[in-house]
């Protein structure tokens, strides 16, 4: 539960409405002693023997010399009491109904603001789990995984809310509740009360037991549930290749096994649940049993109680233990948030880039990168990866000077992509320095350095919204004519205007209803938009018909006129006019060059080309 408490701390930015709505419950609290009070003063005064007028009760009351001499003078108060015994007990019985509507409106004031403040939290904490999946590292090794990272975002988060809104609302009301009545109790008999109160650390330790198994059983419940949904995900993704393969029984078994142990975690915790709040009840009640019992033996045996008092003793410690129910289940509650809590942790612990975007304003946390203009190094790099046993990267050495256009080639494993990741600081090496026009890439602010890069990448990515919006993905400021001018550069312009709404066409999931070819371009339009120094292609042709490939080779020598690009190629056709083309084997450059001087002296690039090469 530690992890729930230090969650629940979020709670703290909002003192103003925790102050208010402590108040309210007070209030509330207040409220239900003096209705208490005044019912116990009407029905003892009214219904005795000699019955007394409520003028004269208020009037000794109002004339005591036991009153607080800071109390002003309200003896002009008697002027509106009736001086009749039932006029006085019709006055007393109504004047409870403004003391309930005061009441009423507290309690819901207190439990408005409680929600509020809980929903507040959680809303915050989603913020600094997504801040945390955005901003985490490349190369950290994934053992949440997507899936779980979404279960946890969104499931876990509002099981917490849950927790937040019943510690603010039910356990405040509940247990103010519990004590004003157990006050009445003991001011009424203590002796009497003392008996009932060795109930409680009975009900204590049973409501901890069966936290413990709802917990438990919660925990695993989420992990499951983080399963399912990642079962549903995978096979949602490509139902067609589910279709094709006859595994649409698989699929059904696998995702009906998970939902199985889902349900089964979750009747465990039922269990638990079901019977807190029955055996917390039975233990209150043989508590109340016990007082009752020796209530009795007091009136009837030694007469040391009068009946009347023993009467109200008893409602009173009856209303209570109606209060430690709703406790029992509040318990559960929490002990299910604490599972939950312990999931979002786990996210919020995670490490994030070095220098995210919003997360440093100091400008000690590194230099503004110049654009660049003169040249990308690699010096003796060297990089692994977590938890692997080889180097990915043996140390390499690199001088790529500004505007040329750099093809990356090699077999798969060579170290490709990792040495590109480690432009734009996706990762960063193990050893060795990337310099950029001299400057070393640890020592500048990450904003500053992926403000000059754009990457398009072997699979076109899209996001939701129109196709304005994702040419302009992060620059929503851009006016409409320079994306217009990107289309129309990237060779997208003419099959954007004849789609029905044009730019402002909004695509469906992925880009779903667009060809490949279509979608690759306003990748590439996004591309131009960003007017990079540095531009790193994943082969952005290798999935696409010859048409598309043709279109997008042109919008791509357009592209990488006055900028440095970096090409990882997995077809070499597309790297045969780069130069240098730089040939990486084991995680070390084995040679760099033109094409033809490739072909005369590199045995790797000679199999390459020829196991490749087939246009």
Same mark, same amino acid.
């Given at each position: 539960?530690?992890?729930?408490?230090?969650?629940?701390?979020?709670?703290?930015?909002?003192?103003?409405?925790?102050?208010?709505?402590?108040?309210?419950?007070?209030?509330?609290?207040?409220t239900?002693?003096?209705?208490?009070?005044?019912?116990?003063?009407v029905?003892?005064?009214?219904?005795?023997?000699?019955?007394?007028?409520?003028?004269?009760?208020?009037?000794?009351?109002?004339?005591?010399?036991?009153?607080?001499a800071?109390?002003?003078?309200?003896?002009?108060?008697?002027?509106?009491?009736?001086?009749?015994?039932?006029?006085?007990?019709?006055?007393?019985?109504?004047?409870?109904?403004?003391?309930? @509507?005061?009441?009423?409106?507290?309690?819901?004031?207190?439990?408005?603001?409680?929600?509020?403040?809980?929903?507040?939290?959680?809303?915050?904490?989603?913020?600094?789990?997504?801040?945390?999946?955005?901003?985490?590292?490349?190369?950290?090794?994934?053992?949440?995984?997507?899936?779980?990272?979404?279960?946890?975002?969104?499931?876990?988060?509002?099981?917490?809310?849950?927790?937040?809104?019943?510690?603010?609302?039910?356990?405040?009301?509940?247990?103010?509740?519990?004590?004003?009545?157990?006050?009445?109790?003991?001011?009424?008999?203590?002796?009497?009360?003392?008996?009932?109160?060795?109930?409680?650390?009975?009900?204590?330790?049973?409501?901890?037991?069966?936290?413990?198994?709802?917990?438990?059983?919660?925990?695993?419940?989420?992990?499951q549930?983080?399963?399912?949904?990642?079962?549903?995900?995978?096979?949602m993704?490509?139902?067609?290749?589910?279709?094709?393969?006859?595994?649409?029984?698989?699929?059904?078994?696998?995702?009906?096994?998970?939902?199985r142990?889902?349900?089964?975690?979750?009747?465990?915790?039922?269990?638990?649940?079901?019977?807190?709040?029955?055996?917390?009840?039975?233990?209150?009640?043989?508590?109340?049993?016990?007082?009752?019992?020796?209530?009795?033996?007091?009136?009837?045996?030694?007469?040391?109680?009068?009946?009347?008092?023993?009467?109200?003793?008893?409602?009173?410690?009856?209303?209570?233990?109606?209060?430690?129910?709703?406790?029992?289940?509040?318990?559960?509650?929490?002990?299910?948030?604490?599972?939950?809590?312990?999931?979002?942790?786990?996210?919020?612990?995670?490490?994030?880039?070095?220098?995210?975007?919003?997360?440093?304003?100091?400008?000690?946390?590194?230099?503004?990168?110049?654009?660049?203009?003169?040249?990308?190094?690699?010096?003796?790099?060297?990089?692994?990866?977590?938890?692997?046993?080889?180097?990915?990267?043996?140390?390499?050495?690199?001088?790529?000077?500004?505007?040329?256009?750099?093809?990356?080639?090699?077999?798969?494993?060579?170290?490709?992509?990792?040495?590109?990741?480690?432009?734009?600081?996706?990762?960063?090496?193990?050893?060795?320095?990337?310099l950029?026009?001299?400057?070393?890439?640890?020592?500048?602010?990450l904003?500053?350095?992926?403000?000059?890069?754009?990457?398009?990448?072997?699979?076109?990515? @899209?996001?939701e919204?129109?196709?304005?919006?994702?040419?302009?993905?992060?620059?929503?400021?851009?006016?409409?004519?320079?994306?217009?001018?990107?289309?129309?550069?990237?060779?997208?312009?003419?099959?954007?205007?004849?789609?029905?709404?044009?730019?402002?066409?909004r695509?469906?999931?992925?880009?779903?209803?667009?060809?490949?070819?279509?979608?690759?371009?306003?990748?590439?339009?996004?591309?131009?938009?960003?007017?990079?120094?540095?531009?790193?292609?994943?082969?952005?042709?290798?999935?696409?018909?010859?048409?598309?490939?043709?279109l997008?080779?042109?919008?791509?020598?357009?592209?990488?006129?006055?900028?440095?690009?970096?090409?990882?190629?997995?077809?070499?056709?597309?790297?045969?006019?780069?130069?240098?083309?730089?040939?990486?084997s084991?995680?070390?450059?084995?040679?760099?060059?033109?094409?033809?001087?490739?072909?005369?002296?590199?045995?790797?690039?000679?199999?390459?080309?020829?196991?490749?090469?087939?246009?």
């Open positions: 539960m530690k992890e729930f408490w230090t969650l629940a701390c979020e709670m703290g930015r909002y003192r103003g409405l925790l102050v208010i709505a402590l108040g309210a419950a007070l209030l509330d609290a207040a239900a002693f003096a209705g208490f009070g005044l019912l116990r003063v029905v003892s005064k009214t219904f005795a023997d000699d019955p007394v007028p409520m003028y004269d009760v208020v009037r000794d009351l109002l004339t005591s010399p036991d009153l607080p800071w109390l002003p003078d309200l003896t002009g108060l008697l002027a509106w009491m009736p001086a009749g015994v039932y006029p006085g007990f019709a006055l007393a019985l109504i004047m409870v109904i403004p003391l309930t @509507l005061f009441g009423s409106t507290m309690r819901f004031t207190h439990t408005a603001l409680s929600y509020t403040v809980g929903l507040r939290a959680v809303m915050r904490i989603r913020q600094r789990a997504y801040f945390r999946m955005l901003h985490v590292p490349a190369d950290l090794p994934d053992d949440i995984g997507a899936a779980d990272r979404l279960s946890r975002l969104m499931s876990d988060t509002s099981r917490l809310g849950r927790g937040f809104s019943a510690i603010m609302g039910r356990a405040v009301r509940d247990s103010m509740m519990g004590v004003v009545f157990l006050a009445w109790a003991l001011i009424i008999d203590w002796k009497l009360s003392g008996i009932f109160l060795l109930a409680m650390p009975v009900v204590g330790v049973a409501m901890r037991k069966f936290g413990k198994k709802v917990r438990k059983a919660s925990r695993h419940s989420l992990r549930h983080a399963q399912m949904i990642q079962a549903a995900q995978e096979s993704q490509s139902p067609a290749v589910v279709r094709v393969h006859g595994a649409e029984g698989y699929e059904r078994r696998r995702f009906n096994a998970i939902n142990a889902v349900f089964n975690q979750e009747m465990k915790a039922r269990t638990a649940r079901a019977l807190s709040s029955p055996v917390v009840e039975l233990i209150a009640l043989v508590g109340l049993i016990g007082v009752s019992l020796l209530a009795g033996w007091y009136v009837f045996g030694q007469q040391s109680a009068t009946p009347a008092d023993v009467m109200w003793v008893l409602v009173a410690l009856g209303l209570a233990g109606g209060s430690v129910k709703p406790m029992a289940n509040l318990n559960n509650d929490l002990q299910d948030s604490g599972a939950a809590a312990r999931r979002v942790m786990e996210i919020l612990n995670t490490p994030v880039e070095a220098n995210p975007r919003g997360a440093f304003k100091n400008p000690d946390n590194g230099a503004l990168l110049p654009r660049h203009i003169d040249s990308i190094v690699f010096e003796q790099v060297v990089y692994r990866y977590p938890n692997a046993n080889d180097n990915a990267l043996r140390g390499v050495d690199l001088n790529l000077p500004f505007g040329c256009s750099a093809a990356i080639v090699g077999t798969n494993g060579s170290g490709k992509s990792t040495l590109l990741n480690l432009v734009p600081r996706l990762t960063q090496p193990t050893g060795g320095r990337v950029i026009d001299g400057v070393d890439l640890a020592t500048v602010r904003r500053s350095l992926r403000d000059q890069i754009a990457m398009v990448t072997q699979q076109a990515v @899209l996001f919204g129109t196709i304005a919006d994702n040419i302009a993905y992060g620059r929503r400021e851009t006016p409409r004519d320079e994306v217009v001018a990107a289309a129309k550069a990237a060779f997208a312009h003419a099959f954007i205007t004849r789609l029905p709404e044009g730019y402002d066409t695509l469906g999931e992925a880009g779903s209803g667009l060809s490949g070819g279509q979608k690759q371009r306003l990748c590439i339009a996004r591309a131009v938009l960003r007017q990079p120094a540095i531009l790193i292609m994943d082969e952005a042709t290798s999935q696409i018909d010859a048409e598309s490939e043709s997008i080779a042109q919008a791509v020598r357009t592209l990488q006129k006055g900028r440095t690009t970096l090409t990882i190629a997995h077809r070499l056709s597309t790297v045969v006019d780069c130069n240098p083309i730089v040939v990486m084991d995680g070390r450059v084995v040679d760099q060059g033109s094409h033809t001087e490739l072909l005369e002296r590199c045995e790797i690039y000679k199999t390459l080309v020829s196991n490749q090469l087939t246009k």
